[in-house]
């Protein structure tokens, strides 16, 4: 279950409750039972105002995360790219400058092979972290043997320069995602302990009346990590199985046992 899919379902069973429980208040007839379901609706409200709020910044801000991560991948097939027309032009002109005998071809070969370590096809199946380092080194040495207002080399250094700044834009927008679920996961515990208590008032309540309709208003926690994924015993496919390390409340009314009926001796 991702995180935030838990909670766009908790949020909707609350929001659910709340107006349920607060339109049949009025029409319970006994008067603490109306009390009780009013004060289940306000405690119902009150947590829904920081949670609705807490889930909404996560999902945006996993949504800026997102699309900072896509930019990265868009600079980094840029840099791919650039590096490619780079060693290119760094080989044509390693050739051009041999072809004169009175240059030392040793020294240029190994300071072409130091400066451009990788082929494209070595240089695209880098991760992103070497990638840059490789990169960077090949500008220094592109600067030195083309000239840093070489066409190429300008276009390069822009390909690097836009990379360099995606990844740090991603860096921040990947910060502050892991913040807003600090504070969703606040939230969370805040909210789900507001449910199990209005749900024991609106037990309450409904006792009172020898009303069974429970399990109609508001469904146990645990019956979100089942099949029924809809007060009122619809089932619903958006409810999975927990993840690893969810506790699960299990706030469930007790069956009681039928009582045996012994038959009488006549």
Known sequence: MSETHFDLTLKAWMERAADQVRAMAPKTAHTRGQQALVLAADLLEEALLPYSAAVGEALAESEEAARAAEAVSQADVAMDGAYERLYATAQSNYYLAVAD??????????????????????????????SRAVMEGALTYAN???????????????????????????NAENSDA??????????????????????????????????????????????MYRSTGRPGGGTGSDADAPDAGEVVVNDAPPVQPTPVVEPSGE
Do not use: W
């Not at 276009?155 to 834009?169: E, H, L, S, T, W």
């Not at 892991?178 to 199990?196: N, S």
């Open 101 to 130: 005998v009175t240059v030392n071809a040793t020294l240029l070969k190994e300071r072409l092979d130091r400066g451009m370590a990788l082929p494209p096809s070595g240089f695209r199946a880098l991760g992103l972290d070497r």
């Open 144 to 170: 030195d043997a083309l000239g840093a207002d070489h066409a190429v080399v300008v276009d390069a250094q822009a390909a690097y320069d836009g990379f360099v700044q995606a990844r740090k834009a991603a």
């Open 178 to 223: 892991v913040l807003a679920m600090q504070k969703l996961f606040a939230a969370r515990d805040e909210a789900r302990r507001a449910y199990v208590a209005a749900r024991q008032f609106v037990e309450g309540a409904l006792s009172l009346n020898e009303n069974e309709s429970l399990r109609q208003l508001m469904l146990p926690l645990n019956s």
